[in-house]
């Protein structure tokens, strides 16, 4: 059983493990002047017949990508770390402006409207990539 | 027994005078509170007063002076806030542009950004990320001592939260406040923030702000 599993992971497990996630939507906020962090947005959809958990954000452009949610308690924000992302199988969840999204901290060069950045996450245990361009919050 | 008998008499007399200044002072309540409008995010009757300050911006002190005879929008935050900060901001552009054609926030109106993070946010750089929505924007900052006398008495939190590898983010209240030109804390606008409710809300909270002065 572990041979097969461990078989099956070599030669399709990309495909198996991951099979259905899509990113839909996908925009980096152009941030304002400063050395901030920058917010990515987007849908993760999954249309596959297996749950998907999502960890471990990256992008070569940024020392850090983290998962965050913001959270309302009694008319205070708080931003939260979401280690991981579990998208049902069949289901869509939507990282928007006011909610989640992942923050990516430290980038390496300056990040303007037009530019494209490479993410990419570990999706059931595989490498999942997508594309992210930055656009200004009023153009979406 | 006839001191006992003027010690009750004086003692239903106070008993009335207090039953009759109570009462009168909850019929004064339920008045105010029945001439109360209804209108969204009005802070009446008895609405906060901002208390004296001074802070720092680009271009000096930033007080209670700076908003007196001014409507001014005030809102607490932090650049590192990489979420409702910039949204918030951008829909306050926005609230901007909706309310130029009204006469009360063309001629007197402001928008301040306080942000609640003096480690990270020096006044300069405050200066340039507001004036990246709007360059007629103000910002300022000041020491913990300084941002809680602005904060205290309005009730607005800030708290730094550490989110590891010496990085940390702040809790702040979220809400947008309205301050009219007697230093009364006269709106307060929650989350979601969208233009539209916040533009209404300012024309119809200022009109009331000038009926009752």
Redesign the interface.
């Known amino acids: 059983m572990t041979r097969l599993g461990a078989l099956l992971l070599l030669c399709c497990g990309q495909a198996f493990a991951c099979e259905g996630i899509s990113f839909e939507n996908v925009w980096i906020r152009e941030p304002p002047p400063g050395n901030g962090p920058v917010a990515a947005y987007f849908t993760v959809k999954n249309a596959g017949a297996e749950m998907a958990v999502l960890k471990d954000w990256q992008s070569e452009a940024f020392a850090h990508a983290m998962l965050h949610a913001t959270k309302l308690v009694d008319d205070r924000v708080q931003m939260l770390n979401q280690p991981e992302l579990v998208v049902p199988a069949g289901a869509s969840v939507v990282l928007a402006p006011g909610g989640m999204h992942l923050m990516l901290m430290k980038a390496r060069a300056p990040v303007l409207v037009g530019n494209h950045y490479a993410l990419s996450v570990s999706c059931n245990g595989t490498s999942a990539a997508f594309d992210a361009a930055v656009r200004r919050e009023d153009a979406r | 027994m006839n001191d006992t008998a003027v010690s009750s008499s004086s003692k239903a007399w106070i008993a009335l005078v207090a039953f009759v200044a109570l009462s009168a002072g909850l019929i004064t309540a339920v008045l105010r509170t029945a001439d109360v409008p209804a209108i969204q995010g009005l802070l009446w009757p008895g609405p906060p007063q901002i208390s004296p300050f001074s802070l720092t911006s680009d271009k000096g002190r930033i007080s209670e002076e700076t908003l007196k005879g001014r409507w001014t929008l005030l809102f607490f935050g932090f650049?590192?806030?990489?979420?409702?900060c910039?949204?918030t901001?951008?829909t306050l552009?926005?609230v901007a542009a909706r309310l130029a054609e009204n006469k009360t926030f063309a001629d007197h109106g402001q928008v301040l950004f306080i942000s609640v993070d003096p480690a990270r946010d020096t006044s300069a750089?405050l200066a340039?990320?507001v004036r990246?929505?709007d360059p007629r924007f103000l910002a300022a900052t000041g020491t913990e001592a300084e941002l809680n006398a602005l904060t205290g008495p309005m009730g607005v939190?800030h708290a730094q939260?550490p989110?590891g590898?010496g990085?940390y983010?702040i809790?702040?209240?979220?809400?947008i406040f309205l301050v009219d030109p007697q230093l009364r804390v006269l709106g307060k606008f929650?989350?979601?923030h969208d233009a539209a409710t916040i533009s209404a809300g300012f024309t119809a909270i200022s009109d009331f702000g000038r009926a009752h002065p």
Request: charged share 15%; proline share 10%.
């Open positions: 650049t590192h806030c990489p979420d409702v910039p949204s901001l951008a552009k926005q750089a340039e990320y990246y929505f939190i939260v989110t590898g990085e983010s809790d702040h209240t979220a809400s929650g989350l979601p």
